[in-house]
């Protein structure tokens, strides 16, 4: 049968979210002939509907339904609704996203074996050996047409790369380059090459960033196997009494509650709603929650260690001019115990407008220590670090009873305090930014504190032992046959790159099992 | 920014006949304030002229940047000049007129030293009003889009075909 599918039609796999892991897996199904119901909260923005305007913007594209947050991460002072800058709309945060797109480094899916034992850290080695991904690291590379693979050229340096670039080697570092981005860096296939507007954050208007939105979502509904239903927020999931997931409940467009039925349902709504949705499930027969015996849904959640440094030079660098995230340092990114932390860090360039500066650059603080850094914005040079947080069961995800959203669903409470080798990562990763702008010269530095967060991951943690985790090393739920999380919520630990590269091949190599096990009959 | 056009095309002269100064920049008159050579003028709804141009100058203290005329100030307070949130503002700004007195000063706008009104500042920056000034102005000050040229913020690029041909590459001093 074709899209769009009956609300009674259990033949379908349902998908809820349309971002970096549910926009691939449903394109991928599709193209397989599956039929797919994709469910997404947000609504439907394309090249031509992006606004070059960063408040503007954040109003047409961001997730701002409540939430509330814990902890002592300084985003719960100064953020306390808005823990993480997140899209609700067809696409996801690829709408939003820079485009920087990492491979793990092999020791990084096997944290605890290389790490060891961290105290107060929730370490464990991923089920997956790192050359069972790496087919699927190529296939996402070529689906999102990443500089610098498969033959593709890199990107040119901006003003804000060129003084990031100079300032590496003055301090001797080697591996800087303008990076992997899924950024269109020739006039090859069927995006428009890089035009340099440097709104990347807003939402590409050129269509040069690969986003779901306009690449997974339609060639999978050109195949005709899938049906994106807009603005249809997924309340709970439903089971039946041999504890098989059996459809979805959702408020459509008008508000309405409808039930879509389902053979498979995957959950791919970013790290906090995922949990959520798995939490508000909960029933007679998981009274903790769907998928939930081992406890963990919700916990481990991580962010990555981040922090920004701004440079301020005595001459223009205008850093907003090209592409926001210009090129990367890499010489950081191993695992080097000495340096008094586990696990690494990347530096990557960064440029935020004037309002989301004069916003982010050191919230609630005022008076002419904080406007004369304003006053020489043209003059700023900028950076931001990635590197690998710790799990910790107690950075979690858990319903807020208390609140509740449009819909009356409970919302997430977000809970997250540093652990001591994020806190000793992020200081010398500052020494090492701050150390670049300073040898070139520049006049003041600025560390900045994290924004709300970008990246979410881990709250539904891959585990090899259904005691340990929330799902298998193909995203299958332990507890639940035919569930599956398909977002960053499966990442067992952070490692210091970008995520969504890594999620975009998980999805892939998900859509081959869940194809497989259905072909076999066994879902 | 929306001025009114009533205070506005009458000479300083006519201006100043009408209203007294209030601090070092603004005049007030009945229901607005005006830039000395009438240059700006804003009307208010429901505030006091006095509560507005305090207000305008305490904006300022909180985000001084010398380069940024009044006028992008009193835009950026107009947001408080609502019949639901005036008795709230006007409060607030009695407020800081007594902690002014209490460091000896006539009234907040009579502080002449930006150094003193910022002292008066610190000691109520934990208050409701001050966090409520304060996170007001970082969109109401900063997203105005007029200002962003005193920036060197070039704002939206799209229209001119981002900078591919304009410069992204043109740092000329490493
Ligand atoms: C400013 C910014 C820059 C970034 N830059 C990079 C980068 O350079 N490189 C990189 O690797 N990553 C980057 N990221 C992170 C990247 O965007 C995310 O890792 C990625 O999009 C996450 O994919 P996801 O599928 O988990 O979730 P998302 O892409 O967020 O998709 C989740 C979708 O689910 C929907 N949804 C949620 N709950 C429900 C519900 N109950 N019912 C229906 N729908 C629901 C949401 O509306 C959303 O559309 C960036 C993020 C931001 C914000
Ligand atoms: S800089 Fe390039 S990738 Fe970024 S928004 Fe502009 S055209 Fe798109």
Known sequence: ?523 | METTTSPKGMTRRQLLSRATAAGATFVVGAGFIAAPDAAWAVEMKALSPETFATLTQMARDIYPHDKVADEYYATAVQMYDTNEGAEGIEAGIAGLNEAAREAGFDSYLGTLWEADRVKILRSMEDTDFFQQIRSGLVTGLYNQKAIWPIFGYEGESYSQGGYINRGFDDINWL
């Open chain 1, 1 to 523: 049968m074709a899209a769009p599918f009956d609300l009674n039609d259990d033949s379908v796999v349902v998908i809820i979210g349309t971002g970096a892991g549910g926009g691939t897996l449903g394109n991928e199904l599709a193209q397989k002939g599956i039929s797919v119901v994709a469910l997404e909260a947000g609504g439907r923005y394309l090249p031509q509907d992006f606004i070059n305007d960063e408040w503007d913007s954040f109003g047409q594209l961001a997730w701002t339904d409540t939430r509330t947050t814990s902890g002592e991460w300084r985003v719960s002072r100064d953020f306390k609704n808005l823990p993480a800058w997140i899209v609700k709309a067809v696409g996801g945060t690829t709408t939003h996203w820079a485009g920087a797109s990492l491979r793990f480094q092999d020791h990084e899916w096997k944290a605890r074996t290389t790490y060891g034992d961290v105290a107060g850290a929730n370490l464990m080695d991923w089920p997956i050996d790192p050359r069972e991904i790496d087919s699927f690291y190529t296939r996402a590379e070529e689906k999102m047409r990443v500089t610098r693979t498969g033959g593709r050229p890199g990107l040119p340096g901006n003003n804000n790369y060129k003084v990031f670039e100079a300032g590496a080697k003055a301090i001797g570092k080697m591996e800087v380059s303008t990076g992997h981005m899924a950024i269109n860096s020739d006039e090859t296939g069927d995006r428009m090459m890089c035009q340099q507007t440097g709104f990347c954050f807003q939402g590409c208007k050129w269509g040069a960033k690969w986003s779901t939105a306009y690449t997974e979502v339609p060639e999978g509904e050109a195949t005709g196997n899938m049906e994106v239903r807009e603005r249809a927020h997924v309340a709970r999931i439903l089971h039946d009494a041999s504890g098989k997931v059996t459809g979805v409940e959702y408020f459509d467009k008008d508000g309405n509650l409808q039930m879509q039925k389902a053979r498979i349902v995957c959950v791919a709504g970013n790290s906090f709603e995922s949990p959520r949705l798995l939490l508000n499930s909960a029933s007679s027969m998981f009274p903790d929650g769907l998928a939930n015996s081992s406890g963990q849904v919700g916990r481990n959640y991580m962010r990555h260690v981040t922090g920004s440094v701004y440079g301020i030079f005595d001459k223009p660098v205008k850093m907003w001019r090209g592409t926001t995230m210009a090129g990367i340092m890499q010489d950081e990114a191993g695992h080097n115990p000495e340096r008094g932390f586990v696990g690494g860090y990347e530096l990557e360039t960064l440029s935020l407008g004037l309002p989301f500066m004069a916003a982010f650059m050191d919230p609630g603080s005022w008076g002419r220590e904080f406007t004369t850094a304003l006053d020489s914005y043209e003059n700023m040079a900028g950076m931001w670090i990635v590197g690998e947080d710790m799990p910790q069961e107690s950075n979690r995800v858990t319903l807020n009873m208390d609140v509740k959203d449009q819909h009356g669903l409970p919302v997430a409470n977000v809970n997250f305090s540093d652990h001591p080798n994020d806190i000793a990562m992020r200081d010398h990763a500052f020494k090492t930014g701050m150390a670049m702008y300073e040898a070139l010269g520049a006049t003041r530095v600025l560390p900045t504190p994290p924004y709300p967060s970008t990246h979410n991951l881990g709250t539904n943690r891959m585990s090899a032992n259904a005691a340990d985790g929330v799902v298998d090393k193909n995203g299958k739920a332990h507890d639940v046959p035919n569930l599956f999380i398909s977002d960053g919520s499966q990442f067992t630990t952070g490692a210091a790159e970008n995520p969504t590269l890594t999620i975009v091949a998980l999805a892939i190599r998900q859509a081959e099992h869940i194809a497989a096990e259905m072909s076999r009959g066994n879902i």
